[in-house]
């Protein structure tokens, strides 16, 4: 036993390979610990398992579409943007991987080496203060431990590692990075930046943050990776590495110092807790393929399975001292979820610039960050939205006909008016009863209790969808657009697949899990930094702020454990 615990120990132990798993690898690895990372799907390397990332539309059985039986087995994920035919291989099917709603709830998933990683949006912001004392400052969900101040050094971190594309904007509500050079907008996208610009003082149209490699550096180079190339096939793998994925930066970056050991098909069951030395141990893992137990062992063990998953293996980490899930003193484990609303669209035509179209491709557009009750309460909801907008007008040559006929318009060019659209990503409130719990009698194919969940819309989202919808549509009339058109998808939640909480940070531990450095406070060997640590949700696209409180995260645990305090 001595020998076999030897064999399987390490210094850190990482739970996931996605974004935040990733960066964890990364930063342990390079400070010299010998660092196992637990993957429950298969391996991906970075260009070699790609499969269709080179592969023209008529290359595909389908020419990118779903069969519809596939869809009528999967309608949860066939209902995800991302899910096509080039990229269905890099998304959990329904089938394989059954959950409980009690509410319903579309959980979208990637279980492989580096996650979802492979197939985000690549939307980038940081938080600003305003975004990090809003609970504090509204009295809903608890306040946060930390401040701008305190992420700031580690966004800027991040962001050069990475590679992010902006502009230095200079707004308060939307902090500026380390950027690589913009992207342009199109004509119409810069009308109406400029056109908002001059008629309000509170908002803003701006470039899109986005992680790709405009103008690559040193270190992406030493990386590996060259400059985006604009293909926007990005669902299906980038082979010259042009956008952050765990799969082409943070692992490699691991496995080159030689202290990296990546463990792909490892199911984690649970955390292991030792009731006599008050701290976790290690990890129990079933073998996705053989359904084989057993156990890894090492002082510090980060949490990274992104955020449902980590509350899932939390929960079931029960021993004496937790009987109701590992830190779980005050039964708030699995409470206070939230996610962002992106069920609000408005589009819109605009008749000038008929001289311009747009040609050619561009991984983002335009973006406006949040201008409802910032700094004070404005209205009749709580927090606010923030929303893309983006403007094109491409080439669509008439189709009518057959034969001959069909072949000759083919070459025509037609061109109508300017098409414009926005979407909303609306905050949504922590609250109790949204929450997550393991169903007393279904488990999944390793033996392990499903995830049941119950969380739904409130009058608050309503209440911001409406707003959303007036205030876009006084924008759009004001800068000239027409055949304005809203539209409310009705989705549920989970298909902006920004789920959140449910192992919160806070200053104390009789209402929070997490302490300021992402620890749980009643076990602080054991840290959490996916989206299930955030305590609000904010307007921004998260992945980000996951990636800066990891590196935050694991700088403060390894001079911990220098000092022998963990």
């Not at 902006?166 to 056109?195: H, I, M, Q, W």
């Not at 980490?317 to 937790?322: C, G, P």
């Not at 657009?481 to 806070?506: C, W, Y």
């Amino acid at each position: 036993m001595g020998d076999a615990k030897n064999k399987n120990s390490y210094d850190v132990i990482v739970i996931g390979s996605g974004i935040s798993g990733g960066w964890a690898a990364k930063e342990c690895c390079e400070k010299g610990l010998k660092t196992l990372v637990l993957e429950r799907g298969r391996d991906v390397k970075h260009i070699k398992d790609y499969p269709t990332t080179n592969l023209y539309p008529w290359e595909f059985p389908h020419r990118g579409q779903i069969p519809a039986n596939i869809q009528l087995e999967n309608p949860v994920v066939s209902r995800c943007y991302a899910f096509r035919e080039d990229a269905m291989h890099f998304f959990v099917k329904d089938t394989d991987h059954p959950y409980v709603q009690d509410q319903p709830f579309d959980w979208i998933r990637g279980y492989q080496v580096g996650g979802k990683s492979l197939v985000w949006a690549r939307q980038t912001q940081r938080w600003s203060n305003f975004d990090f004392e809003g609970p504090a400052r509204d009295g809903y969900a608890v306040d946060w431990p930390i401040r701008y101040r305190d992420l700031a050094p580690w966004y800027s971190h991040v962001e050069k590692f990475a590679g992010i594309s902006g502009n230095r904007d200079g707004l308060a509500t939307l902090p500026d990075g380390e950027f690589l050079p913009a992207l342009e907008l199109s004509c119409v996208e810069n009308y109406f930046k400029d056109f908002v610009a001059s008629q309000y003082t509170d908002r803003h149209v701006i470039y899109a943050r986005c992680a790709h490699l405009t103008q690559p550096q040193p270190i992406h180079i030493e990386q590996g990776r060259a400059q985006c190339q604009n293909r926007t096939l990005c669902q299906r793998g980038c082979p010259f590495g042009g956008y952050f994925s765990s799969n082409a930066s943070t692992i490699p970056w691991a496995a080159r110092t030689g202290n990296l050991t990546l463990r792909p098909y490892s199911v984690v069951h649970s955390i292991l807790y030792d009731d006599k030395k008050n701290k976790a141990t290690g990890v129990r893992v079933v073998d996705a393929n053989h359904r084989e137990e057993m156990e890894f062992y090492a002082p510090v063990i980060f949490v990274n399975a992104a955020a449902f998953n980590t509350n899932l293996i939390l929960l079931n980490s029960v021993s004496r001292r937790f009987p109701q899930g590992l830190g779980n003193d005050h039964g708030l484990l699995g409470k206070f979820v939230a996610f962002h609303n992106y069920r609000g669209r408005i589009s819109a035509e605009y008749e000038g610039m008929l001289e311009s179209t747009t040609e050619g491709r561009s991984p983002t557009s335009a973006y406006i960050p949040r201008f409802r009750n910032v700094e004070r309460q404005q209205t009749d909801f709580l927090r606010g939205y923030a929303a893309g907008f983006s403007a094109r007008r491409p080439l669509r040559p008439p189709t009518a006909g057959f034969g001959a006929a069909l072949k000759e318009q083919l070459d025509g060019k037609a061109l109508g008016h300017w098409s414009v659209g926005s979407h909303m990503m609306g905050e949504t409130i922590p609250k109790k009863t949204n929450q997550l719990s393991l169903d007393s009698d279904k488990k999944d194919a390793w033996g392990i209790p499903q995830l049941r969940m119950s969380i739904s819309y409130d009058d608050n989202d309503e209440k911001m969808l409406k707003d959303f919808f007036e205030q876009l549509t006084e924008m759009y009339e004001k800068a000239g657009f027409t055949n304005i058109q809203t539209s409310d998808s009705k989705q549920a939640p989970g298909l902006d697949i920004h789920e959140m909480g449910g192992v919160r940070m806070g200053l104390e531990s009789k209402n929070s899990l997490l302490n300021r450095w992402n620890q749980l406070h009643a076990c602080p060997n054991v840290l959490v930094t996916d989206g299930a640590c955030m305590t609000s949700t904010s307007t921004q696209n998260p992945s980000l702020t996951y990636m800066a409180l990891t590196a935050r995260a694991v700088d403060h645990a390894v001079d911990l454990l220098k000092k022998g305090e963990i």
